[in-house]
């Protein structure tokens, strides 16, 4: 930064602040949630499936040993857990993640401490990417331990893309919800308070309109 002439605390040039800008933030941080929310979209509908007795991806046999162990009703508390982060997902694009809405009594038209949002998300975003490294670095054992127990080539394709399949999409997650953490940060920053870089209004009633 110092080399670049660029503020010490903020990082801001004289220069236009090109993809850094709220509005382009905006822009790419939209797209980043949309990934986002294809992981736990996933992982929910799989899970529900077959919670209500739908053998998505696995036999028969399988789906009844995992009703009898309670495996599937884990599975739909951990989907409905996976759908709300997706829920708050969308706070890092809508209104009410920027302004407390009405139904939050005494908080309600207050501010929301963009700490609030961007710490718990980049938290979740390196917990999701390491948990999704460590099941990718297991997924041949897992193969392999399908064919040696018998299970045929569909079988064994049906639990990779409905079984593993949602997991393997944790990294992805991961990185997007990172990429649109890092949006919304550059899109609520505001001016600097050691330099006064973005202080000018230009370009929010553009955004304004993009939200």
């Known amino acids: 930064r110092r080399s670049g002439d660029a503020c010490l605390y903020c990082g801001r040039q004289d220069s236009p602040e090109g ?92 501010r929301v401490p963009m700490a609030l949002a961007v710490i718990p998300a980049s938290l979740v975003s390196v917990l999701l990417i390491v948990g999704g490294v460590g099941i990718w670095s297991g997924l041949a054992q897992m193969v392999a331990n399908l064919a040696a127990s018998g299970a045929e080539d569909a079988e064994i394709i049906g639990a990779i893309v409905f079984q593993l399949g949602p997991t393997l999409l944790f990294p992805i997650w991961g990185a997007a919800l990172a990429v649109a953490t890092l949006g919304y940060y550059y899109r609520r920053r505001g001016p600097c308070s050691v330099c006064g870089r973005g202080a000018s209004g230009d370009g929010l009633k553009s955004l304004r309109h993009l939200m």
């Open 19 to 110: 993809w850094t800008s709220p509005i382009k933030a905006a822009r790419w941080g939209r797209i980043a949630v949309v990934v986002a929310m294809v992981a736990p979209v996933f992982y929910a509908l799989t899970r529900y499936t077959w919670a209500l007795g739908i053998p998505l991806g696995m036999s028969e046999e399988y789906l009844q040993s995992g009703q009898g162990s309670g495996t599937w009703i884990s599975g739909l508390f951990l989907a409905t857990f996976g759908l709300v982060g997706a829920v708050l997902m969308l706070g890092l694009l809508q209104r009410w993640g920027e302004v407390f809405p009405r139904w939050m009594v005494g908080l309600a038209g207050r």
